[in-house]
Structures are given as C-alpha cells and as structure tokens.
C-alpha cells in the first residue's frame, strides 16, 4: 500500500503548536512545495525527515501516516452556490460508500463494455469532437434539445445506478453526490430532485462525464473535465454559433442581448450562465469578438427567472409518499437501487437506520420507506 500523511492529523496539530507550513518547512529544512507535495499525496518524506516532523508536531507515526486502501470510494460533490467541501463531508460520503458495499452483491450484473474518453481535454475543439460523439450515441442531432431522459440509460449502460433524492432546496453542501467503489466498479450518483430544471439537466450532464472519466473521479481535473463537458453537451457548437449570430445582431444593447440569450435558454430548457459561457467560449475559440454584455448582468437575470423544481414536474403533490417515489425512480430514472434495497431488506432483515444513513433521511422518513419496500 502506498503511504501517504494523514492530512486531517497534520493540519490539526498544526494548528495546535502555532505553525504555519512555511515556518514548518524551515524547522524541516524542506521547501514550503514539498510540505504542500506532501499534503496533496504527490510526495512522502524521506525516513529521516518524517521522524523529525513526528518530532515537531509531537504525533505517532501511526497517528502521522496513512496507507491508501484500495477499497476507500472515491466521492465528489456537486455543490451548493459557494458551498465549501470539508474533510467532514468526505468523510461522510465515504462513510455512505462504506455502507453501500453490502448492497452490491443485490443489484443486477453490470455492463461490462461501458464507453469511455480515454483522453478527456477542456480543449474547445477537442471537447467539441467528444460532445458530438454523445449525441451521436445518444440518437439526437446537434441543434436538438437535450432532455435528462436520454441520459439515463447511458448511466444504467456505463455501470452507474441512478439514486433520486429530495434533499430539499436549502441548508445543504451538495445537489448531488457521485460514489465510486473502485473495488466492486460500481458508481452510484445521488441527485437533489428538489433542484430547478435547468440546473437538474447541468447536473446529470456532469455527472455523465464523471461515469465517462472514472480515472478522474474526485480530482480538480476530473471537476474542470466535468464542467466543460456538461456545458457544450447541453449546448454544442453549433447552437453557440447561431446564438453568437443573434447576439451580435443587437447591436451591443444589452436588454435585446440578454433577450436572445434568455430566448435560447427557454428553447433548450437550460441555465441562461450556460448558454453564456457557451458563446463565449465559441467566440473566443475561432478568434471572434466577444458579446457585449456584463456577466453580471447574466447572473442577475439568471437567478430572477428560474424554471420548476424536478419534485413540482413529477409529483403533485410533494413530496410524494414513498410508494409513488419509488415508482418514480424505477420507471423515470430505471433505477435498480430500490429494487436491491428491497432484496437485502427480506434476506438480511436490514433495518431503518440503515435506509437513514445511506440516503441521508430524517428517522420519520427511512421508517416510512422501510416500511414500503418490506412488503
């Protein structure tokens, strides 16, 4: 097993004896990189230089040093606005990764041939070639609307179970949440339905170019990749090109700009950010002048016009009783998740708390569900 500092112990005492990672290296005599290399798991101290950094934070090597497991899941967020990942939300999710590994052996045999991007780049023209090939795959041409129904047998196709949830719309890190158990190579992606439309279809997108890349799953580059794919998915290069074309024929005024962009926008059902960044980064690709609007502008109008919450287009009412959420997940998301959860719950007597903790569910509620999927 490779070795690697325990990142959490570090930066707690740290914290505790005063220091800072720059007057850590100089007691060190290392550079203020390798102490980050460190932390970031591209380096490991020498055998002389690690009992000299034991030494000054006063820990154990067992409490210093950690072995990577093979097994631990690989998460990563879909955040919330501004929303700050901590170790106490990896932790969690891993912990939910941990609790989901009984449940495998319950759900149905994989695909073994899955589509992959064996070389993910942000390259415009190169996610360009990428995006095309999707829709290709997908059956729609590239001016068509991208409805989050044609993505889901390519999660169900790239050994991905789609877990809908209703986290509700406030007071939360993330919208959705991707576990990977690189162990039994099975993703699970946890989507907030209690999320707007447009953000809704975003989301799904990102999530599809994790199942694509899952070498990249829970890396800054795996989160760049899956931005700029869900992005020019939802709105290729040839809908940035028209869009571009209307845009300059308002003359730089910018209500008739942030008109056609928003007109564009309804016609795709996605966000207006999205068909924004789009034209820029078409304009800017093949050298032409940017649109003249400020992006604030943008994300003013953005958040004053938003479409329908996924719950209000499924459900009425809503929230729905268990029985219709179940449905919902199966015959909408062809979901097998509740199916497995029902057979391990008849053969291994699994309890509530168990449906509390890996869906995140208030007591009332993973009673309630139980109580569904028991019978």
């Not at 100089?26 to 798991?41: D, F, I, P, R």
């Not at 020498?46 to 067992?62: G, I, M, V």
């Not at 992606?189 to 899952?214: G, Q, S």
């Not at 996924?310 to 909408?332: G, K, N, Q």
Request: aromatic fraction near 8%; charged fraction near 25%.
């Amino acid at each position: 097993m490779q070795k690697t500092i325990n990142t959490e112990t570090f930066r707690t005492a740290l914290a505790e004896h005063g220091l800072t990672q720059k007057q850590l290296a100089n007691a060190l005599g290392v550079s203020s990189q390798a102490v980050t290399n460190w932390l970031k798991g591209k380096d490991f101290p020498r055998p002389a230089t690690l009992l000299k950094l034991a030494a000054t934070l006063r820990l154990t090597f067992e409490q210093l040093v950690q072995a990577d497991d093979p097994g631990k899941p690989v998460v990563a967020f879909r955040k919330k606005g501004n929303a700050k990942t901590t170790d106490i939300h990896i932790s969690k999710a891993q912990g939910i990764g941990r609790l989901l590994k009984p449940l495998v052996p319950y759900l149905p045999e994989m695909q073994a041939l899955r589509t992959l991007i064996t070389s993910p780049s942000i390259d415009y023209h190169k996610l360009q070639v990428a995006v095309s090939q999707t829709r290709d795959r997908l059956g729609i041409g590239e001016k068509a609307e991208l409805e989050y129904k044609y993505l889901i047998n390519e999660f169900n196709d790239s050994g991905a179970i789609l877990v809908p949830v209703m986290w509700g719309t406030k007071q939360r890190h993330e919208n959705a949440l991707h576990i990977r158990l690189p162990q039994e190579d099975v993703t699970f992606i946890f989507l907030n339905l209690d999320t707007r439309i447009e953000d809704f279809k975003f989301w799904m997108a990102h999530e599809l170019a994790h199942v694509y890349t899952p070498d990249l799953a829970g890396t800054e580059k795996g989160e760049d990749f899956a931005d700029a794919f869900a992005g020019a998915l939802l709105f290729p290069k040839a809908c940035a090109e028209a869009a571009y074309r209307d845009a300059l024929n308002a003359n730089g005024i910018d209500s008739a700009i942030l008109n056609v962009l928003q007109q564009h926008s309804y016609e795709y059902l996605i966000s207006l950010n999205t068909v924004y960044q789009q034209v820029k980064q078409y304009a800017k690709a093949n050298n032409l002048p940017p649109i003249m609007i400020e992006e604030k502008k943008i994300h003013q109008a953005r958040n004053s016009n938003q479409g329908k919450l996924i719950t209000e287009i499924l459900f009425d009412p809503a929230p729905p009783a268990p029985d219709h959420y179940i449905a919902a997940s199966e015959r909408i998301f062809q979901s097998d998740f509740f199916q497995a959860l029902r057979r391990m719950i008849h053969e291994e007597d699994t309890c509530s708390s168990y449906l509390q903790q890996i869906l995140d569910l208030s007591v009332h509620d993973a009673r309630a569900l139980y109580e569904e999927l028991r019978h």
